[in-house]
């Protein structure tokens, strides 16, 4: 009986043994992995600053919208991938439910989330960016370039390129870089839209280097205005040459229209003296366009040495450039040679900005001599109506000399001067005038013999 309870004795003892043993090995396993988890958690706390730096050295510090100009999509999925790599292992860390633990891993949780975040939108800003790298030239920096108020764009010819462009622009947080690109995107489509335009016409009428199907005055107008509307230098001078085509023609057209009247026809040239400049001149140039006039713009080639854009556009919109002198001198004060170089600079001038080299010029002053005309072949072209703009400095008296001095003159020349902001105030009242009375208008050279 009693060997037999100690018998007893002894198993109960031994399984209580295996018991313990059993629950201490748990509860060790439990502490060690605890410790593990506050381990990860510890290491996962330590990593975040040095990501969160690399996160941030994408920005540009002065404007956080932006990206730095030395992000690049490598450097920002590398640092995606790391970011990612600390997520799962932080992941992976258990936390048997005990809440100081819990805590403590939800608290990083959130901060790798957050990180996680900022590096997506790195992600997509820098697709845009690429985008528009594809798109146009040179954007180097996103701040300064996308700013930039006329992008060269690089080949429009493939608009999925544009398309693409729209769908990676819609995922961008709404900040700066989005409203600049949209800026950005927004200029490309227009520009591509009218390069569509164009090349349609084009080819409806100068499939190659001639003109067919006979286009009208109109239409070959509208040609003209879509090409206009083309900001990019490098695609204006894809152009230049078909568009030279459709200019020439339209001022064939404007002389056929001319010769085909009588004498008694009223006919007006605007002239413009002094310029060009980047302010009045190209409100007159806005003007002229509006009411469909060609002007006719007598340039100083110091004026076209400081604003060759301008030049530039005067001659694209069809008007006529001719010479009115380098310096702007009394011609009759100076030698030959010295009347020569101030002509035939000017002429070089007009030829590299329009491509035509002119025969006509404006003396200075009016002044000209036999010397003068013996030193150089040009025709001499002065005016009949002198709106005293430099003078009077008056939109209202400009537009009184022109009624005046008009009133028995059907082949009026009229002077005037783009520099002169009045000048350019008194022009849209001067053209209604004229159109009131029942003149058109063609370039100062058709009406020489009126002088
Ligand atoms: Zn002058």
Same mark, same amino acid.
Request: no cysteine; charged share 25%.
């Given at each position: 009986?009693?060997?037999?309870?100690?018998?007893?004795?002894?198993?109960?003892?031994?399984?209580?043994?295996?018991?313990?043993?059993?629950?201490?090995?748990?509860?060790?396993?439990?502490?060690?992995?605890?410790?593990?988890?506050?381990?990860?958690?510890?290491?996962?706390?330590?990593?975040?600053?040095?990501?969160?730096?690399?996160?941030?050295?994408?920005?540009?510090?002065?404007?956080?919208?932006?990206?730095?100009?030395?992000?690049?999509?490598?450097?920002?999925?590398?640092?995606?991938?790391?970011?990612?790599?600390?997520?799962?292992?932080?992941?992976?860390?258990?936390?048997?439910?005990?809440?100081?633990?819990?805590?403590?891993? /939800?608290? $990083?949780? *959130?901060?790798?989330?957050?990180?996680?975040?900022? =590096? #997506? !939108?790195?992600? @997509?800003?820098?697709?845009?960016?690429?985008?528009?790298?594809?798109?146009?030239?040179?954007?180097?920096?996103?701040?300064?370039?996308?700013?930039?108020d006329?992008?060269?764009?690089?080949?429009?010819?493939?608009?999925?390129?544009?398309?693409?462009?729209?769908?990676?622009?819609?995922?961008?947080?709404?900040?700066?870089?989005?409203?600049?690109?949209?800026?950005?995107?927004?200029?490309?489509?227009?520009?591509?839209?009218?390069?569509?335009?164009?090349?349609?016409?084009?080819? /409806?009428? $100068?499939? *190659?280097?001639?003109?067919?199907?006979?286009?009208? =005055? #109109? !239409?070959?107008a @509208?040609?003209s205005d879509?090409?206009d509307q083309?900001?990019?230098?490098?695609?204006?001078?894809?152009?230049?040459?078909?568009?030279?085509?459709?200019?020439?023609?339209?001022?064939?057209?404007?002389?056929?229209?001319?010769?085909?009247?009588?004498?008694?026809?009223k006919v007006a040239a605007l002239t413009f003296d002094d310029g060009p400049n980047d302010t009045s001149t190209i409100r007159i140039l806005d003007t002229l366009k509006k009411y469909k006039i060609k002007g006719t713009f007598f340039m100083v080639?110091r004026m076209i040495?400081n604003y060759p854009d301008v030049a530039k556009r005067v001659a694209e919109e069809g008007h006529l450039i001719a010479?009115h002198?380098?310096?702007h001198?009394?011609?009759?004060?100076?030698?030959?040679?010295?009347?020569?170089?101030?002509?035939?600079?000017?002429?070089?001038?007009?030829?590299?900005?329009?491509?035509?080299?002119?025969?006509?010029?404006r003396?200075p002053y009016g002044?000209?001599?036999?010397?003068?005309?013996?030193?150089?072949?040009?025709?001499?072209a002065l005016w009949n109506v002198d709106t005293e703009d430099w003078k009077s400095h008056n939109p209202a008296a400009i537009l009184e000399q022109v009624k005046i001095q008009t009133a028995?003159q059907?082949h009026p020349v009229i002077l005037m001067h783009d520099v002169h902001a009045e000048s350019a105030d008194s022009l849209e009242s001067v053209i209604q005038y004229l159109i009131q009375q029942g003149y058109r208008f063609t370039t100062a050279?058709?009406l020489?013999?009126?002088?």
């Amino acid at each position: 009986m009693s060997s037999r309870s100690l018998h007893e004795k002894l198993r109960t003892n031994t399984s209580l043994s295996i018991l313990f043993i059993f629950f201490a090995v748990i509860l060790l396993g439990m502490l060690w992995s605890g410790y593990q988890t506050h381990q990860t958690i510890e290491a996962s706390k330590t990593s975040l600053p040095t990501l969160k730096t690399r996160v941030r050295h994408l920005y540009d510090q002065t404007h956080p919208d932006f990206l730095a100009d030395t992000s690049s999509m490598e450097q920002i999925e590398a640092l995606e991938k790391d970011i990612s790599k600390e997520n799962k292992r932080l992941n992976r860390a258990w936390t048997f439910g005990y809440a100081p633990l819990k805590q403590e891993k /939800q608290t $990083v949780e *959130k901060q790798w989330a957050q990180l996680t975040q900022t =590096a #997506e !939108q790195a992600k @997509q800003k820098q697709t845009v960016l690429d985008d528009m790298n594809k798109i146009f030239e040179q954007v180097t920096h996103p701040v300064q370039e996308l700013q930039a108020d006329q992008l060269i764009i690089n080949d429009l010819s493939d608009e999925t390129d544009i398309t693409a462009y729209e769908k990676h622009l819609k995922n961008l947080p709404k900040d700066s870089f989005k409203i600049i690109a949209q800026q950005a995107f927004d200029q490309a489509k227009e520009q591509a839209d009218s390069l569509f335009s164009l090349k349609a016409e084009l080819n /409806q009428y $100068v499939p *190659k280097d001639k003109i067919t199907n006979d286009p009208s =005055a #109109e !239409q070959l107008a @509208q040609i003209s205005d879509t090409f206009d509307q083309i900001k990019s230098e490098k695609i204006r001078q894809v152009y230049q040459p078909k568009m030279a085509i459709v200019f020439d023609k339209l001022f064939e057209l404007d002389k056929d229209a001319l010769s085909n009247n009588d004498s008694s026809d009223k006919v007006a040239a605007l002239t413009f003296d002094d310029g060009p400049n980047d302010t009045s001149t190209i409100r007159i140039l806005d003007t002229l366009k509006k009411y469909k006039i060609k002007g006719t713009f007598f340039m100083v080639g110091r004026m076209i040495a400081n604003y060759p854009d301008v030049a530039k556009r005067v001659a694209e919109e069809g008007h006529l450039i001719a010479n009115h002198t380098y310096y702007h001198p009394d011609l009759t004060t100076l030698s030959p040679d010295a009347i020569r170089k101030e002509v035939n600079d000017t002429d070089d001038l007009i030829e590299k900005i329009s491509g035509k080299r002119t025969t006509i010029l404006r003396p200075p002053y009016g002044a000209f001599d036999s010397k003068v005309t013996a030193a150089i072949p040009h025709k001499m072209a002065l005016w009949n109506v002198d709106t005293e703009d430099w003078k009077s400095h008056n939109p209202a008296a400009i537009l009184e000399q022109v009624k005046i001095q008009t009133a028995h003159q059907n082949h009026p020349v009229i002077l005037m001067h783009d520099v002169h902001a009045e000048s350019a105030d008194s022009l849209e009242s001067v053209i209604q005038y004229l159109i009131q009375q029942g003149y058109r208008f063609t370039t100062a050279d058709k009406l020489l013999k009126y002088l």
